[in-house]
């Protein structure tokens, strides 16, 4: 886990955005899901297959939009080159 890992840095900034968005999502398909008389089982496969891919494709949207990834609690994606310790300018000595 010391080596960089492009996959594992992707899913570690998805976790906020997916935590935040999958609850409004969920609760949406239950009132949906509550108006049909279908087996609970059904429902239920629906609903978690529902909320999985439609909880990740608003994330991949939003995150590909740049700054709309602050709507749901993310940040943007780093630029290339610039790595988040290195300050833009070198510090001035003090006299």
Not at 6 to 17: D, G, N
Not at 32 to 61: H, S
């Amino acid at each position: 886990m010391n080596s960089p890992n492009r996959p594992l840095q992707a899913l570690s900034r998805a976790v906020f955005p997916i935590y935040v968005l999958h609850f409004p999502i969920t609760i949406m398909g239950l009132a949906l899901f509550a108006q049909l008389a279908w087996p609970w089982g059904l429902e239920f496969l629906l609903l978690a297959a529902g909320v999985y891919v439609l909880t990740g494709l608003i994330y991949l949207g939003a995150d590909r939009r740049g700054p709309a990834v602050y709507l749901i609690g993310g940040r943007p994606r780093r630029r290339p080159g610039r790595s988040p310790g290195v300050p833009l300018s070198e510090p001035r000595q003090l006299s």
